[in-house]
C-alpha cells in the first residue's frame, strides 16, 4: 500500500438499513480498483468485511470493517458498517473516523427505518451525506419511487447526479448528469464510456434542473447567478455539487446494481473527485488535562492525536486497535501515551487492514486510518496523544444496551473462562454491559437486542472457547412481612450424648421502605444469656438473606427478641442460630410474606403514531404514565413507570411495536409490593423450583 498525503484520502462510512448492499458496494469496490481478482459473494460466504463466521451464517454485517480502495491516485478508506438495529455500536465509531457517509439504499426497499435513524446521526455529527441507490437490477426495482421516498424523508438537498439507462432486467448502465456521459456494463469490471443518448436528454434534463436548484440552493453566489440567468454552467453545477457535499447541504444520488458491479467505478470516481478529504476538515477540538480546550488540525507534524474508533479482541494475535489519525503521525517502534486511560502504550508493528487481512504499513499519517495490535490498555473510544502534551478528543457516544440475559457456563468450573471471555468480547464491543447481580448472583448480560446477545454468546464459544447458557434475566423481587406477629422458634434436641437447647421469641413488623432490617433485644432477666442475643440474630439475618419463600432476600422488617429458655450445658451458639431461623420461618406461616418488585422509570422516544399504542401496551404491563410531551419533529416523549418484571423483553418488544422507531431508556426507581395474585403465582413457582 502506498503512502497518501491527506488531500488524496477519503474516510468514508457506508451505511444504512441492513440488506440495501453495503457490503456488497465494498466487495465491488475492491474489484474494480483491483484489489481483489474476483468478487466475493454474501451468499458463499467470501466476502472481505463479513468474514466472522458470525456474519457468513447470518449473511449480514454484525462489526464494522476497514477496506482501502486505491483509485486514480487516491486512497479511499471505506468503513463497511452493519445496518442491523443491534450492532448500531459500530456506526457510531465509523462515523466518528469518516469524513463523509455513503448511504446504501435498495431500489426494492426505498428507505427503510435504520435509513433514516443513522440519517439523524449524521446530521447531528454533521457529516456529509451522498446516497448510492442499489439493487437496480433487482425484480420490482424503481429508480423513481426510491427518489420520491428519499425527497419525502430528506428534502430537496436529495438531487441526483445520476440516472439508471433501463431497470430490473433491463438495467444496462447509467447516465451522468455532470459529465453527460453515457455508462453501459457488461462483464469488465469498468463501464465503457459513451455520448449522451438521445432518447434519455429529455428524461434527464428535468433531472438536471433539479440538481440547478440544489445546488442553488446550498449556494448564496450560485443562486444569484441562477436567478438571473435562469441556468448554470456545467462547471458550476459541479463545483456547486462538490461545495454542497462538503457543506452537507447537498446530498447528490447515485445509481448502482453493485452484485454486478455495475456503476460502481462510477462511484468510486466520485469518491475521489468529489468527497472531503480529511484536510478539508475543520480542525479537531481536544481537551487538555487541565480541561482548557484546544484545537488540532490535519498536520502530519503535528502533535500526534488519534481516536480509536474500534477494537477486535483476536485470542492469537491479541488486540487490534483501529484508529484515526486527526494530527501528527503515528510509527512503528514508538511509544503513544493514552491520554484517556493515562498510561503509556508502545507500538509495535503499524499496518492498514482489509478485512481481516493485516498489511504492514512505514506509518499511519494525519488524515488517515491505521490498526495496531498489542496495545496493553487501550480499547474502543480512547484518544492516543503524546505525553508531554496529552489531549483527548470526546468520547464515542454510544447507546444503552436494555435486553438482560441471565448467562452461566454451561460446564461447570468454566467460570474463570467465562469471565476473561467476557472482558474479552466487551472490548470488541462497548454496546455490550456485563452486571454481577448482587440481589440474584446472576451474571447478566446486557445487549441491543436478541440477535447481538446471540452472536455475543457464538463469539465467546468460538474465540474463547466457553460454552454459555442463557436464562432469562431473574427479577429480584423482595421478600417482606405485612403485619406484626409474634412468633417461637423451638431447637430441642436431647436423646442421648450432647444435646441441643434453644428457644427463642421473637416479635416482626414492618419497617417502611428502604429501611432495611432492625433488631431489637428485650430480653429481661436473663431469660437468654447475653452471649445467645447476637447468636439469634445471626440465625434470623441468614434466614433473611436466603429468603423464607422464594429465595429472594427478605427486608424492611423489625425483628424483637423478647422472651425465650435456655438450657446450662445443652444450650449454644449453633442452637440459637438455628432457633432464630425457625422462628422467623414461624412468623412467615403466622402472618404470611408480601412479595416487593422493583419499579422502573422509563422514557420512551417515539413517532407520534405510535404513542396510543405503546401507552395502551404500558397500562396492559401494569405502568402509570407520568406525562407526554413534544421532542421536536414530530416526536413525543412518554414517562412511565412499570414493573421491571414486565419489561424483561421491552427491547424486542418495542421495536416490534414500532418497527424499530422508538427508543428508551429505564432506571430503577423503587419497590412495591407485588398484587397479590401475581405473588401467589411467583411462590408457587420459587416452591416447585425448590423441590424440583
Ligand atoms: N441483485 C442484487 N443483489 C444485491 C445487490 N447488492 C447486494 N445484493 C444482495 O443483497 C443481499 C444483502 O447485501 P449486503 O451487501 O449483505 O447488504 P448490507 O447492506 O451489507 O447488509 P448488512 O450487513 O446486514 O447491513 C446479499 O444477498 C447481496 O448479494 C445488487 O446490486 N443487486
Ligand atoms: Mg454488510
Given at each position: ?16 438499513h ?24 454474501i451468499?458463499?460466504g ?46 457510531h ?9 455513503l ?5 426494492v426497499?426505498?428507505?427503510?427505518v ?63 448528469l ?38 442553488a ?18 462547471e ?15 446530498a ?19 469518491l ?14 481536544v ?20 481516536l ?14 483501529l484508529?484515526r ?14 491520554a ?16 481481516k ?29 503524546v505525553?508531554?502534551?496529552?489531549v ?7 447507546p ?12 461447570k ?16 464491543d462497548?454496546?455490550l ?51 406484626k ?10 436423646s ?7 428457644i ?8 417502611p ?10 430480653i ?26 422464594t ?16 438450657h ?35 422514557e ?13 401496551d404500558?397500562?396492559a ?15 413525543q ?15 424486542i ?8 422507531r ?6 430503577f ?5 407485588v398484587?397479590?395474585?401475581?405473588a ?6 420459587a ?6
Open positions: 500500500m502506498n503512502a497518501y498525503d491527506a488531500r488524496a484520502i477519503r474516510n468514508v462510512a457506508l451505511v444504512g441492513s440488506g440495501a448492499g453495503k457490503t456488497t458496494v465494498t466487495e465491488a469496490l475492491l474489484f474494480v480498483a483491483g484489489a481483489t481478482t474476483r468478487m466475493g459473494r451468499g458463499e467470501n466476502t472481505v468485511s463479513d468474514h466472522d463466521p458470525e456474519e457468513i451464517r447470518r449473511g449480514i454485517s454484525v462489526s464494522l470493517s476497514l477496506a482501502p480502495v486505491e483509485w486514480q491516485g487516491v486512497k479511499i478508506n471505506v468503513l463497511d458498517t452493519p445496518g442491523y438495529a443491534d450492532f448500531i455500536g459500530d456506526v465509531g465509523a462515523l466518528r473516523a469518516a469524513d463523509a457517509c448511504f446504501v439504499v435498495s431500489a426497499d426505498g428507505v427503510e435504520q435509513t433514516e435513524a443513522v440519517w439523524e446521526l449524521a446530521v447531528e455529527a454533521g457529516l456529509p451525506r451522498a446516497i448510492v441507490i442499489n439493487k437496480l437490477d433487482r425484480e420490482r426495482a424503481s429508480f423513481e419511487r426510491t427518489l420520491e421516498d428519499l425527497v419525502r424523508a430528506f428534502g430537496t438537498q436529495v438531487a441526483p447526479i445520476q440516472l439508471p439507462i433501463g431497470e430490473e432486467h433491463d438495467l444496462a448502465g447509467l447516465v451522468d455532470l459529465s453527460r456521459k453515457a455508462y453501459r456494463y457488461g462483464t469488465e469490471p469498468k463501464g465503457s464510456e459513451e455520448a449522451w443518448p438521445e432518447d434519455l436528454v429529455a428524461k434527464a434534463e428535468p433531472y438536471r434542473e433539479r440538481l440547478a436548484d440544489a445546488v440552493e446550498a449556494d448564496d453566489a450560485l443562486l444569484e447567478k441562477y436567478l438571473e440567468q435562469g441556468e448554470l454552467s456545467e458550476e453545477i459541479v463545483r456547486g455539487v462538490k461545495a454542497g457535499l462538503a457543506q452537507a447541504k447537498v447528490p444520488v447515485l445509481v448502482a446494481a453493485a452484485d454486478r458491479h455495475l456503476g460502481v467505478d462510477r462511484l468510486a470516481s466520485f475521489a473527485d468529489a468527497f472531503p478529504s480529511p484536510a478539508d476538515r475543520s480542525p479537531v477540538t481537551t487538555t488535562k487541565g480541561g482548557e480546550e484546544r484545537e488540532r488540525a490535519c498536520d502530519s507534524a503535528g502533535p500526534l492525536t488519534a480509536v474508533f474500534k477494537t477486535v479482541a483476536d485470542p492469537y494475535v491479541g488486540r487490534i486497535n484508529f489519525v486527526w494530527s501528527g503521525t503515528l510509527r512503528p517502534d514508538s511509544s503513544v501515551f493514552n484517556t486511560k493515562n498510561t503509556e502504550e508502545r507500538v509495535g508493528q503499524v499496518f492498514t487492514m482489509r478485512g487481512d493485516h498489511e504492514t504499513v512505514p506509518e499511519v499519517a494525519a488524515g488517515d486510518i491505521g490498526a495496531v495490535a498489542k496495545l496493553s490498555h487501550t480499547t474502543t473510544g480512547d484518544t492516543l496523544s505525553k508531554s502534551d496529552p483527548s478528543l470526546p468520547p464515542i457516544a454510544l444503552e444496551p436494555l435486553l438482560a440475559v441471565a448467562i452461566a457456563p454451561k460446564t468450573g468454566d467460570e474463570d473462562k467465562l469471565s476473561t471471555a467476557l472482558a474479552r468480547i466487551q472490548e470488541d462497548p454496546t454491559r456485563v452486571e454481577r447481580s448482587p440481589e440474584t448472583h446472576e451474571t447478566v448480560l446486557y445487549g441491543m437486542g436478541e440477535a447481538h446477545i446471540d452472536t455475543m454468546v457464538e463469539r465467546m464459544k468460538r474465540k474463547f472457547g466457553v460454552e454459555v447458557v442463557t436464562s432469562p434475566a431473574r427479577v429480584p423481587y423482595k421478600e417482606t412481612f405485612r403485619t406477629v409474634q412468633a417461637m422458634g423451638r431447637h430441642v434436641k436431647q442421648g450424648g450432647h444435646g441441643q437447647y434453644a427463642a421469641y421473637i416479635e416482626v413488623e414492618p419497617l421502605r428502604g429501611t432495611g432490617f432492625e433488631y431489637v433485644d428485650k429481661f432477666g436473663g431469660a437468654i444469656p447475653n452471649q445467645y442475643i447476637p447468636s439469634v440474630e445471626k440465625g434470623v439475618v441468614k434466614t433473611m438473606h436466603d429468603g423464607v419463600v429465595r429472594n432476600p427478605m427486608v424492611d422488617v423489625r425483628v424483637t427478641l423478647y422472651d425465650g429458655k435456655f446450662p450445658v445443652d444450650s449454644s451458639d449453633m442452637a440459637f442460630q438455628i432457633a432464630g431461623a425457625l422462628a422467623l420461618k414461624d412468623a412467615a406461616a403466622k402472618a404470611g410474606v408480601a412479595l416487593l418488585e422493583p419499579i422502573v422509570k422509563v420512551v422516544d417515539t413517532p407520534e403514531s405510535y404513542t396510543g399504542d405503546i401507552i395502551g404500558l397500562n404491563k401494569r405502568g402509570r404514565i407520568l406525562g407526554m410531551e413534544s421532542t421536536g419533529a414530530g416526536k416523549r412518554i414517562r412511565a413507570v412499570v414493573p421491571q418484571s414486565e419489561l424483561t423483553r421491552y427491547a418488544d418495542l421495536r416490534s411495536m414500532t418497527h424499530g422508538a427508543t428508551f431508556r429505564m432506571a426507581d423503587h419497590y412495591e409490593e398484587p397479590s395474585h401475581l401467589e403465582k411467583i411462590i408457587a413457582e416452591r416447585r423450583e425448590s423441590e424440583g
